[in-house]
């Protein structure tokens, strides 16, 4: 059966490979991206975002099955916390009627490995509240964590995987047949990660900091897959859940009093 979904972020990486799946089993994709894409605009401002909302539905006219958000940023700047996080929550809420028209709705989200890193509590606070401008004031005070690195992309995404918990129980989400879900890729070669690819020593550094027991990294195409399931009718019992998908590495952290 053709479904129609909407992929943010298509233009590369895991959105690419994920519009890419999608489509070779046959489905409609509306994908959104900043350019080279069916809806463009920018997902890190409240106006750009309600642009993008209003397109999507004039794409998608009274037929949307599946939302899979792949949009995002690292950078240790406010965009990322506007992309990664209010990003995608307003999107989902604002396709969130349309989603429940479809007989077999689902909405998959990409979070991260980074979201059991240390977190910026006042980043991830504010965001949950659903107040932009005081999680934008948080990015710009936050500090390292005691490694030297941002806690800002790991804030995004564990406030990200937290909204999905929050809200895939609730009658309007799991209530109406939604099932919201999410992601957490380990290290996969992107855009996003070449510093961690640029060189076998930058990769080999990497890993030995996130390891697994494959000692690989991850590609695209290998995401996308759970994505893609995860966002199908198939996917009938799994429920507001973060599914890491790191190759073990989040296992190695955490150790099993973590499931």
């Known amino acids: 059966m053709t479904r129609t979904y909407v992929v943010t972020g298509a233009a590369s990486g895991i959105g690419a490979a994920t519009k890419a799946l999608l489509e070779d089993h046959g489905h409609r994709v509306i994908d959104v991206d900043l350019h080279?894409?069916?809806v463009t605009g920018d997902l890190a401002s409240p106006l750009g975002r309600a642009a993008i909302i209003k397109r999507i539905k004039n794409a998608a006219s009274d037929s949307l099955d599946g939302v899979i958000t792949c949009a995002g940023l690292r950078a240790a700047a406010p965009d990322t916390i506007s992309v990664n996080f209010f990003g995608t929550v307003e999107l989902l809420e604002g396709l969130r009627p349309l989603l429940a028209?479809?007989?077999?709705?689902?909405?998959?989200?990409?979070?991260?490995?980074s979201s059991v890193s240390p977190q910026d509590p006042a980043i991830v606070d504010a965001a949950l509240a659903g107040n932009e401008p005081l999680a934008r004031a948080a990015v710009e005070a936050s500090r390292p964590d005691h490694t030297g690195r941002p806690r800002v992309y790991s804030s995004s995404k564990t406030a990200v995987s937290r909204w999905v918990r929050q809200n895939a129980i609730k009658a309007e989400w799991g209530g109406a047949g939604i099932l919201l879900n999410a992601v957490a890729p380990g290290t996969v070669k992107t855009a996003m990660t070449t510093d961690v690819t640029a060189s076998p020593e930058a990769t080999a550094s990497w890993l030995a900091n996130l390891p697994n027991p494959q000692n690989r990294i991850g590609e695209a195409r290998e995401i996308a897959a759970v994505l893609v399931w995860l966002a199908s009718a198939e996917n009938s019992m799994i429920l507001g859940q973060t599914v890491f998908a790191d190759l073990g590495t989040e296992t190695?952290?955490?150790?099993?009093?973590?499931w």
């Open 36 to 38: 080279n894409a069916d």
């Open 101 to 113: 028209k479809s007989p077999a709705p689902r909405a998959a989200v990409v979070s991260s490995l």
């Open 252 to 258: 190695l952290l955490r150790g099993d009093y973590v």
